[in-house]
């Protein structure tokens, strides 16, 4: 009963994160479930089942609030599907001696790059309005679809900041868009690790805990993209996944718990001053969005 309180927890707060920043809750839900001594599959079976149900309420609740551009949705999703589905026949195949490892790798290297990505470069917005084309989005998608079921994350890790980055969708739009496609992923996850596993080490409990834990949190995530500064939570999801995973993969290593400490440690000092980065970066972006805002407002008095 503690494993199920604890799971639907996890997932109220992964879905809380990824709903408002779009991405997250595989690779949060994912690395407790490893972390715990689940099969990597399995894993990954798991947080894709309960996804099924969160993508859905999360879209639909980001449809509400007007935060989804359906262009966008149409032209990733379904190349993200048969990314998923493959992935996930992939990592049906792989040992889990050595399916651990691998996902620990995948899991490290995304929160890597979530962790830099919003530290150090924030979002870019100069380019919002222009077209995102097929091109851009089919193959982002195969690849993000793939990483997603064979990593269980990564569709909002390689997405999200992929688009952001184009400057051509509106944060909350991105996000929205983003999370929405995130339910044909799940699906065909989901039936490739069916094809692949059948129901062999799928907890349906777990996955029950983590659907409900999500569904709580959908339509405040949906509400909360509007408010949260997407460059901070990003710089603080990105520091939870690196040191989960270093410690996943440190302890298939030979070192020392002295040295293992001391790795860790170094992790949570880089996570915090990355974290004080990005709000110190957020609180001078804000204060020249004022400068602007007033100085405009002072042309339009004197004019």
């Known amino acids: 009963m503690q494993t199920l309180v604890l799971l639907a927890l996890v997932g109220l707060g992964a879905q809380l994160v990824d709903g408002s920043l779009g991405m997250a809750y595989g690779v949060t839900s ?10 990597p599959a399995a894993a990954s079976a798991t947080v894709h089942l309960a996804e099924i149900g969160t993508t859905l309420a999360s879209g639909a609740s980001h449809w509400r609030f007007g935060n989804v551009d359906w262009r966008v949705v149409a032209r990733i999703g ?14 049906s195949w792989l040992s889990t001696d050595l399916a651990k490892p691998v996902m620990s790798v995948l899991l490290l ?10 530290t150090f470069r924030g979002l870019r917005t100069d380019k919002i309005g222009q077209p995102l084309r097929r091109r851009f989005l089919a193959p982002l998608g ?14 909002g890790p390689v997405g999200t900041p992929a688009i952001l980055a184009s400057g051509r969708l509106e944060p909350r739009k991105v996000i929205g868009s983003i999370d929405t496609s995130e339910f044909f992923v799940a699906v065909a996850a989901s039936l490739g690790f069916l094809v692949g596993l059948g129901t062999a080490g799928i907890d349906p409990m777990w996955a029950t805990a983590l659907l409900l834990g ?19 939570l ?26 293992t400490t001391v790795v860790l440690a170094a992790v949570v000092v880089l996570w915090a001053a990355a974290v004080a980065w990005s709000v110190r970066a957020h609180r001078r972006e804000q204060s020249v969005t004022m400068a602007r805002t007033t100085t405009q407002d002072a042309h339009s008095v004197g004019g």
Do not use: H, K, M, Q
């Open 234 to 259: 990003g710089s603080a999801v990105g520091g939870v996944i690196v040191l989960t995973n270093s410690r996943t993969l440190l302890a298939t290593v030979d070192l020392a718990p002295a040295w």
């Open 214 to 232: 999500g569904l709580v949190a959908a339509p405040v995530a949906a509400w909360l993209v509007r408010l949260v500064p997407p460059r901070v």
């Open 78 to 91: 379904v190349p993200g599907a048969i990314g998923a589905f493959a992935g996930a026949t992939f990592l």
């Open 30 to 39: 994912t690395t407790l479930l490893l972390a715990i001594g689940t099969n």
């Open 142 to 155: 195969l690849v993000g679809g793939f990483l997603d079921a064979t990593g269980g994350g990564g569709w």
């Open 109 to 118: 290297a995304l929160g890597v790059y979530v962790l830099s990505r919003f």
